[in-house]
Protein backbone atom coordinates (compact mmCIF):
# COMPACT_ATOMS: atom_id res chain seq x y z
CA UNK A 1 0.00 0.00 0.00
CA UNK A 2 1.26 3.89 -0.67
CA UNK A 3 0.98 6.50 1.77
CA UNK A 4 -1.69 8.79 0.66
CA UNK A 5 -2.01 12.62 2.04
CA UNK A 6 -5.13 13.96 3.35
CA UNK A 7 -4.20 17.39 3.87
CA UNK A 8 -5.79 19.70 1.55
CA UNK A 9 -4.10 23.19 1.67
CA UNK A 10 -3.70 25.34 -1.28
CA UNK A 11 0.12 25.55 -0.96
CA UNK A 12 2.56 24.84 -3.62
CA UNK A 13 4.87 21.80 -3.10
CA UNK A 14 8.63 22.02 -4.39
CA UNK A 15 10.81 19.33 -4.73
CA UNK A 16 14.72 19.77 -3.50
CA UNK A 17 17.55 17.62 -3.46
CA UNK A 18 18.73 17.89 -0.12
CA UNK A 19 18.83 15.04 1.90
CA UNK A 20 19.76 13.44 5.53
CA UNK A 21 22.77 11.92 5.70
CA UNK A 22 24.32 9.54 8.25
CA UNK A 23 25.98 12.68 10.16
CA UNK A 24 27.89 12.01 13.74
CA UNK A 25 27.12 14.81 16.20
CA UNK A 26 29.49 15.59 19.01
CA UNK A 27 26.49 16.28 21.31
CA UNK A 28 25.93 14.62 25.00
CA UNK A 29 23.22 14.47 27.37
CA UNK A 30 22.35 18.12 28.12
CA UNK A 31 22.14 19.57 31.74
CA UNK A 32 19.86 21.68 33.88
CA UNK A 33 16.02 22.36 33.19
CA UNK A 34 13.73 21.93 30.43
CA UNK A 35 14.03 24.93 28.08
CA UNK A 36 10.79 26.80 29.62
CA UNK A 37 9.86 28.21 25.28
CA UNK A 38 9.68 24.68 24.54
CA UNK A 39 7.41 23.66 27.44
CA UNK A 40 3.50 24.82 25.76
CA UNK A 41 4.56 22.78 22.42
CA UNK A 42 6.30 19.59 24.64
CA UNK A 43 2.60 19.72 26.83
CA UNK A 44 0.72 20.48 23.34
CA UNK A 45 2.54 17.14 21.75
CA UNK A 46 2.20 15.01 24.89
CA UNK A 47 -1.41 15.94 24.95
CA UNK A 48 -1.94 14.92 21.55
CA UNK A 49 -0.29 11.47 21.93
CA UNK A 50 1.26 10.96 18.99
CA UNK A 51 4.84 9.83 20.30
CA UNK A 52 6.25 7.32 22.80
CA UNK A 53 5.12 8.48 26.31
CA UNK A 54 8.77 7.81 28.33
CA UNK A 55 10.14 10.76 25.79
CA UNK A 56 8.45 13.13 27.73
CA UNK A 57 10.57 12.36 30.62
CA UNK A 58 12.50 15.15 31.45
CA UNK A 59 16.29 13.33 31.23
CA UNK A 60 15.10 12.25 27.80
CA UNK A 61 13.81 16.10 26.59
CA UNK A 62 17.27 17.12 27.41
CA UNK A 63 19.23 14.70 25.46
CA UNK A 64 21.13 14.34 22.30
CA UNK A 65 18.85 12.88 19.48
CA UNK A 66 19.88 10.00 17.81
CA UNK A 67 19.10 9.06 14.09
CA UNK A 68 16.27 6.36 15.63
CA UNK A 69 14.44 8.70 17.71
CA UNK A 70 14.50 10.84 14.48
CA UNK A 71 13.35 8.27 12.29
CA UNK A 72 10.28 7.45 14.94
CA UNK A 73 9.83 11.45 15.12
CA UNK A 74 9.51 12.01 11.52
CA UNK A 75 7.23 8.80 10.71
CA UNK A 76 4.99 9.37 13.55
CA UNK A 77 4.95 13.08 12.46
CA UNK A 78 3.70 12.26 8.71
CA UNK A 79 1.34 9.50 10.11
CA UNK A 80 -0.62 12.26 12.99
CA UNK A 81 -0.57 14.62 9.83
CA UNK A 82 -1.47 12.67 7.07
CA UNK A 83 -4.44 10.38 9.26
CA UNK A 84 -2.60 7.45 7.79
CA UNK A 85 -1.64 4.42 10.44
CA UNK A 86 1.71 3.92 10.75
CA UNK A 87 1.33 0.22 9.57
CA UNK A 88 -0.63 1.18 6.37
CA UNK A 89 2.93 2.73 5.12
CA UNK A 90 4.47 0.34 2.72
CA UNK A 91 8.43 0.21 2.50
CA UNK A 92 10.60 -1.91 1.11
CA UNK A 93 14.29 -1.15 2.05
CA UNK A 94 16.05 -3.89 4.10
CA UNK A 95 18.67 -2.46 6.53
CA UNK A 96 21.47 -4.04 6.95
CA UNK A 97 22.33 -3.11 10.37
CA UNK A 98 18.55 -2.78 11.67
CA UNK A 99 15.26 -4.74 10.96
CA UNK A 100 13.17 -2.12 12.60
CA UNK A 101 10.52 -0.98 9.58
CA UNK A 102 9.98 2.49 11.37
CA UNK A 103 13.55 3.32 10.16
CA UNK A 104 13.22 1.46 6.57
CA UNK A 105 10.14 3.75 6.66
CA UNK A 106 11.78 6.97 6.99
CA UNK A 107 14.17 5.26 4.16
CA UNK A 108 11.79 4.56 1.52
CA UNK A 109 9.69 8.08 2.33
CA UNK A 110 12.86 10.05 1.44
CA UNK A 111 12.79 11.38 5.19
CA UNK A 112 16.41 9.57 5.91
CA UNK A 113 19.11 8.23 4.01
CA UNK A 114 21.05 4.95 4.85
CA UNK A 115 25.08 4.78 3.74
CA UNK A 116 25.68 2.71 0.58
CA UNK A 117 25.89 -0.26 2.13
CA UNK A 118 22.03 0.28 3.68
CA UNK A 119 23.00 1.01 7.43
CA UNK A 120 21.34 3.28 9.11
CA UNK A 121 24.18 4.04 11.74
CA UNK A 122 20.77 4.77 14.36
CA UNK A 123 22.35 5.67 17.66
CA UNK A 124 24.61 8.34 15.49
CA UNK A 125 23.21 11.97 17.04
CA UNK A 126 21.34 14.46 14.48
CA UNK A 127 22.21 17.73 14.43
CA UNK A 128 20.11 21.04 13.98
CA UNK A 129 20.68 21.71 10.70
CA UNK A 130 19.56 17.94 9.69
CA UNK A 131 16.41 18.85 11.69
CA UNK A 132 15.63 21.69 9.50
CA UNK A 133 15.94 19.40 6.46
CA UNK A 134 14.07 16.34 7.74
CA UNK A 135 10.95 19.07 8.90
CA UNK A 136 11.68 20.45 5.44
CA UNK A 137 10.86 16.72 3.64
CA UNK A 138 7.62 16.20 5.74
CA UNK A 139 6.58 19.39 5.22
CA UNK A 140 7.06 18.44 1.13
CA UNK A 141 5.30 14.87 1.69
CA UNK A 142 2.49 16.48 3.01
CA UNK A 143 2.30 19.03 -0.17
CA UNK A 144 2.55 22.04 1.90
CA UNK A 145 5.98 23.42 1.31
CA UNK A 146 6.41 26.34 0.27
CA UNK A 147 10.29 27.72 -1.14
CA UNK A 148 11.63 30.49 1.76
CA UNK A 149 11.82 33.85 0.83
CA UNK A 150 13.62 35.47 3.75
CA UNK A 151 17.12 35.90 4.34
CA UNK A 152 18.90 34.46 7.14
CA UNK A 153 20.25 36.54 10.01
CA UNK A 154 21.96 34.39 12.34
CA UNK A 155 25.57 35.48 13.57
CA UNK A 156 26.69 31.78 12.34
CA UNK A 157 24.05 31.79 9.05
CA UNK A 158 28.11 30.86 7.31
CA UNK A 159 28.69 27.90 9.51
CA UNK A 160 25.19 26.18 7.64
CA UNK A 161 26.01 23.58 4.95
CA UNK A 162 24.99 24.58 1.87
CA UNK A 163 22.85 21.09 1.72
CA UNK A 164 20.93 22.76 4.52
CA UNK A 165 20.61 26.59 3.72
CA UNK A 166 16.67 26.53 2.21
CA UNK A 167 15.29 23.98 5.22
CA UNK A 168 17.25 26.61 8.01
CA UNK A 169 15.36 29.43 5.92
CA UNK A 170 12.50 27.21 5.54
CA UNK A 171 11.87 26.76 9.75
CA UNK A 172 13.09 30.17 10.48
CA UNK A 173 10.66 31.88 7.92
CA UNK A 174 8.08 29.84 9.73
CA UNK A 175 9.35 30.82 13.22
CA UNK A 176 9.95 27.48 14.58
CA UNK A 177 13.36 28.14 15.92
CA UNK A 178 12.57 28.68 18.93
CA UNK A 179 15.64 27.43 21.07
CA UNK A 180 17.71 29.85 19.24
CA UNK A 181 19.55 32.31 21.75
CA UNK A 182 22.02 35.33 21.03
CA UNK A 183 21.22 34.92 17.14
CA UNK A 184 22.81 31.59 16.65
CA UNK A 185 21.39 28.98 14.87
CA UNK A 186 24.05 26.39 15.72
CA UNK A 187 23.60 24.29 12.89
CA UNK A 188 26.30 21.31 13.67
CA UNK A 189 25.24 21.07 17.38
CA UNK A 190 22.76 18.08 17.98
CA UNK A 191 19.63 18.75 18.53
CA UNK A 192 17.99 17.27 21.67
CA UNK A 193 14.50 15.19 21.87
CA UNK A 194 12.61 18.44 23.63
CA UNK A 195 13.80 20.70 20.42
CA UNK A 196 12.62 17.93 17.92
CA UNK A 197 9.49 17.38 19.43
CA UNK A 198 8.77 21.08 19.59
CA UNK A 199 9.37 21.25 16.28
CA UNK A 200 7.10 18.72 15.36
CA UNK A 201 4.63 20.24 17.50
CA UNK A 202 4.71 23.89 15.45
CA UNK A 203 4.67 21.71 12.34
CA UNK A 204 1.53 20.46 12.88
CA UNK A 205 -0.34 23.31 14.13
CA UNK A 206 1.32 25.71 11.76
CA UNK A 207 -0.73 23.67 9.26
CA UNK A 208 -3.71 22.83 11.36
CA UNK A 209 -3.65 19.16 12.12
CA UNK A 210 -4.69 20.88 16.05
CA UNK A 211 -4.71 23.55 17.66
CA UNK A 212 -1.54 25.56 18.62
CA UNK A 213 -0.77 26.89 22.20
CA UNK A 214 -1.77 29.83 22.62
CA UNK A 215 -0.41 32.84 24.46
CA UNK A 216 -0.62 33.53 28.27
CA UNK A 217 -3.97 35.52 29.36
CA UNK A 218 -3.02 38.91 30.49
CA UNK A 219 -6.31 39.43 32.39
CA UNK A 220 -5.61 39.73 36.66
CA UNK A 221 -4.47 36.69 38.64
CA UNK A 222 -4.56 35.85 42.27
CA UNK A 223 -2.85 33.23 44.56
CA UNK A 224 -4.56 29.95 45.97
CA UNK A 225 -2.48 28.21 48.19
CA UNK A 226 0.72 28.89 46.04
CA UNK A 227 -0.76 28.55 42.71
CA UNK A 228 -1.39 31.70 40.47
CA UNK A 229 -4.74 31.16 39.47
CA UNK A 230 -7.27 33.60 37.08
CA UNK A 231 -10.61 35.59 37.81
CA UNK A 232 -13.54 33.00 37.95
CA UNK A 233 -14.85 34.85 34.94
CA UNK A 234 -11.82 34.28 33.05
CA UNK A 235 -11.40 30.28 33.38
CA UNK A 236 -13.91 27.47 32.45
CA UNK A 237 -12.42 25.03 35.91
CA UNK A 238 -13.64 25.81 39.13
CA UNK A 239 -11.51 25.79 41.76
CA UNK A 240 -11.75 25.80 45.60
CA UNK A 241 -9.63 24.95 48.35
CA UNK A 242 -10.64 22.26 50.94
CA UNK A 243 -10.58 22.65 54.63
CA UNK A 244 -7.09 20.87 55.10
CA UNK A 245 -5.64 23.78 52.41
CA UNK A 246 -5.44 21.64 48.92
CA UNK A 247 -6.40 23.11 45.85
CA UNK A 248 -9.07 21.75 43.71
CA UNK A 249 -9.25 22.03 40.02
CA UNK A 250 -12.76 20.59 38.38
CA UNK A 251 -13.98 20.47 34.73
CA UNK A 252 -16.64 18.31 33.92
CA UNK A 253 -17.11 19.14 30.10
CA UNK A 254 -14.91 18.38 26.73
CA UNK A 255 -10.87 19.02 26.96
CA UNK A 256 -10.32 19.54 23.78
CA UNK A 257 -13.22 22.51 22.95
CA UNK A 258 -12.31 25.86 23.53
CA UNK A 259 -13.79 27.41 26.71
CA UNK A 260 -16.63 29.60 26.52
CA UNK A 261 -15.16 32.17 28.90
CA UNK A 262 -11.52 31.73 26.83
CA UNK A 263 -9.82 31.76 24.08
CA UNK A 264 -7.92 29.17 25.86
CA UNK A 265 -8.99 25.23 26.04
CA UNK A 266 -8.99 23.85 29.79
CA UNK A 267 -5.83 21.62 29.10
CA UNK A 268 -3.97 24.92 28.56
CA UNK A 269 -6.10 26.58 31.29
CA UNK A 270 -4.71 23.80 33.85
CA UNK A 271 -1.30 23.60 32.57
CA UNK A 272 -1.02 27.44 33.43
CA UNK A 273 -2.33 27.18 36.67
CA UNK A 274 -0.07 24.77 37.80
CA UNK A 275 3.17 26.11 36.03
CA UNK A 276 2.69 28.72 38.62
CA UNK A 277 3.82 26.89 41.47
CA UNK A 278 7.52 25.86 41.01
CA UNK A 279 6.83 22.78 43.61
CA UNK A 280 5.00 21.42 40.53
CA UNK A 281 8.19 19.42 38.24
CA UNK A 282 8.05 19.44 34.48
CA UNK A 283 7.65 15.78 34.46
CA UNK A 284 5.07 15.63 37.09
CA UNK A 285 3.14 18.41 34.56
CA UNK A 286 3.98 15.95 31.53
CA UNK A 287 2.53 12.74 33.55
CA UNK A 288 -0.82 14.65 34.27
CA UNK A 289 -1.49 15.67 30.66
CA UNK A 290 -0.38 11.82 29.95
CA UNK A 291 -3.11 10.56 32.47
CA UNK A 292 -5.96 13.37 30.95
CA UNK A 293 -5.23 12.06 27.27
CA UNK A 294 -5.34 8.62 27.90
CA UNK A 295 -8.47 8.68 29.93
CA UNK A 296 -11.09 10.72 27.21
CA UNK A 297 -12.90 8.53 24.90
CA UNK A 298 -13.43 10.28 21.75
CA UNK A 299 -16.35 7.98 20.86
CA UNK A 300 -18.64 9.19 23.88
CA UNK A 301 -16.94 12.47 24.43
CA UNK A 302 -16.28 12.05 28.10
CA UNK A 303 -13.50 11.14 30.59
CA UNK A 304 -12.73 7.37 31.55
CA UNK A 305 -10.56 7.80 34.98
CA UNK A 306 -10.83 4.52 35.85
CA UNK A 307 -9.32 4.65 39.30
CA UNK A 308 -7.51 6.92 41.43
CA UNK A 309 -4.06 8.24 40.86
CA UNK A 310 -1.46 10.06 42.53
CA UNK A 311 1.20 11.94 40.65
CA UNK A 312 4.41 13.27 42.78
CA UNK A 313 4.95 16.70 42.37
CA UNK A 314 8.43 16.60 42.59
CA UNK A 315 8.99 13.18 39.86
CA UNK A 316 5.80 12.68 38.56
CA UNK A 317 5.88 9.37 39.08
CA UNK A 318 2.34 7.59 39.27
CA UNK A 319 0.69 5.38 42.00
CA UNK A 320 -2.34 4.31 43.19
CA UNK A 321 -1.80 4.55 47.41
CA UNK A 322 -0.63 8.05 48.70
CA UNK A 323 2.85 8.54 48.28
CA UNK A 324 5.25 10.49 51.55
CA UNK A 325 5.46 13.09 49.20
CA UNK A 326 3.21 16.27 47.83
CA UNK A 327 1.31 15.03 45.36
CA UNK A 328 -1.95 15.62 42.53
CA UNK A 329 -4.76 13.17 42.99
CA UNK A 330 -6.48 12.36 40.22
CA UNK A 331 -9.52 11.13 41.17
CA UNK A 332 -11.71 8.05 39.36
CA UNK A 333 -14.79 9.20 37.32
CA UNK A 334 -16.36 10.77 34.48
CA UNK A 335 -15.03 14.31 35.78
CA UNK A 336 -11.28 16.24 35.39
CA UNK A 337 -11.24 16.54 39.35
CA UNK A 338 -7.57 17.11 40.69
CA UNK A 339 -6.45 17.56 44.34
CA UNK A 340 -3.18 18.79 44.66
CA UNK A 341 -1.88 18.09 48.06
CA UNK A 342 0.69 19.91 49.46
Known amino acids: MKFKS ?15 GA ?21 SAAYEGYLPKDWYKAEKLQ ?8 AYLAVYTLSKASGTAT ?15 ILSRAVDLGLMSADQSLKFNGTKYVTQQEMAVMMTKIAMKLGVYQKPTATLTYKDQKSIATWAKESVQYISQQKWDVWVKDGKFEPTKAITTGRAIALSDQLLASFGVYPAGLAV ?8 EGFKVPLPTATALEISVTPEKHV ?33 SFTARAALISTIASSWDA ?32 KAGNALNIEIIQ
Open 6 to 20: YISLALATVVAGTAI
Open 23 to 43: YAASGAISTGEVEDNLKPMLF
Open 63 to 70: ASMTRKDA
Open 87 to 101: DWIDYKTDLTDSNDP
Open 217 to 224: DSGKTFDV
Open 248 to 280: KLYFSGTIKNRSVYTYKNVEQQLIDVLDSNPKV
Open 299 to 330: TTQTYNFSKDQYIRLDNGQLSTAKPDANAMLV
